[in-house]
């Protein structure tokens, strides 16, 4: 389980999760599950668009998550943000379905893209999801502040100067950076689990920001080891450990922030729960 | 030539023009309101949650709409039960269920494949076709679209008001919840309706496309669920239509795809309704439309 190809799986996988962690908890603080879905899954058909035209399927990922990112941020300036981005997916996927057609690509390419390929990583593969791993948390702990800001008083933060669309951007990118990055990895629909869950759970947890990034890393590792380990065991996809794991680790999260409620004995800062980061800026 | 040769005459086309026009007045009414609720991200997981159901109708050798319609009531009562309500849970309500059932349409995709022994299965399921549509399911999607579209209708006014304002809804004595279950109900079945008749691409884009354009024209809900239909069924038609044309355009190409042209019209409408024509006054408007007329 731990030799040769599989050696490959596991690094690339916790590189994965890891970026995951980090970027997914600004996601749920900033409500931006649609964005984290649509970026992947459009750039799904940045990939085939690649195999199209014989380039290497991470440069038509990073264009077309790039693309999308800004496309969201701007568009969604002037209409409802979830609109812009169904319409951004929706043309993304439709470009994509006009690529496919194209193409003599078998169908197992295409589950593989969406389903990921995890156990066929190969070690030149390593080092380009690496860096880009290494881009996407250093753009975040050095937004940080301004980041944390926008997210949870975006006028108070617009007030004293830190933009709005601006860190919107920003974020975006860096989302479509971690797209760029995972999907070769976990696939398209599941690096989109991966954002979301462990960041959801770690926030029934604690309120503390750092230390529910801190935990959404831990439980976004331990997802994909066991989604590995299970997968390799079973021989059943491991897109549906990762995806059950998921839901079941954020299950957990509710519950447990259930407990705290409703026990008489909780802390009090259980009891005057304040919305994450609020005493941040 | 506008219309190749056949067009008319082509039982496939029929069934199309048919069906797609159907699911696009049906996605427009329901559509308005997803737009209005902000539950667009509800509207394209169902979707792709869909595909878990189609997958394992296609297991057990069931017709996959009903698959799709199980799963998708399913996910949409997970949805309601965890939090869809408040505006800052919904989008994650959603994106765990989506998370999970994505989870699971993996594996019953892989096992798909290892039942029938092809990948098919696979694309089929995902990507649905209009031109693939047996005509003996015409008439159970009218059904389940007359259901749909009847959801909406019989709490219309309450539907609004809740949509506009779920505090002032409240204050008039309007059952928030209960609406909002019904609302995701109807969502649910003409979500799976069009998603297994003209694929998840289609069935999004004609949801909010048609509506969110829309609703930048008017701000009347009627009036904005009748434009988007319109929009809708044309954006259906032509896009058929360009894509049996297609078909003629290269030698030996095998045409192009009915989703990417509908995507495409439905997006430049809503480019095109976003410019500033309020630029323009409106008896100037009026009368570049009778000159048009």
Redesign the interface.
Known sequence: MFSGLMLNAWESASIVAVVAGVVGFFIVLRGSAFAAHALPNGAFAGAAGASLIGVDAIIGLAVFSILGAVTIAGLGRRARHDVATALVIVVMLGLGSLFLSMTTEYAPVIFSLLFGEVLGVSSSELVPIAAIGGVCIVAVLLAYRPLMFSSVMPDVAEARGVGRLRMEVVFLLVVALTTTMAVPVVGALLIFSLLISPAAAARSFTDRPLTAMGLSVLIALGTVWAAIALAYLSNLPIGFFVGSIGAGTYAVGRFWAARQRTRPSATAGAIGRRPIGLEVP | MIVEPGFFSNLPVQTALLVGGVVAVVSGIVGTFT?MR????A???LA?IGTAGGSAAFLIGISPLFGFVAMNLMAAGVMEW?GIRRP?G???A???V??????????L??LD?TVSST??A??NV??GSIFTLPSSMIPVIVIFSVVAAGIVLAMYRPLILSSVSSDLATARGVHVRLVGIGYLTALALAVSLSAVTIG???S??L???PA?TAL?VTNRPGRAALIASVIGVVATWLGVLLAYDSYYWFPS?????V??F???L??LV?LAS?LPFRARSKAAVRAGATEAA
């Not at chain 2, 902000?38 to 991200?41: I, K, L, P, T, W």
């Open positions: 737009v902000g539950q667009s991200f509207g394209h997981s792709d965890i800052r919904r989008d994650l959603t994106g765990i989506l998370g999970a059932a994505l989870g699971l349409a993996a594996l995709l892989y494949t990948t098919g696979t694309v995902l990507f998840a691409i289609l999004t884009a949801l909010i496309g969110a930048r190409g095998g045409g192009w795809p989703s990417f509908v995507v495409t439905i997006f809503y976003q």
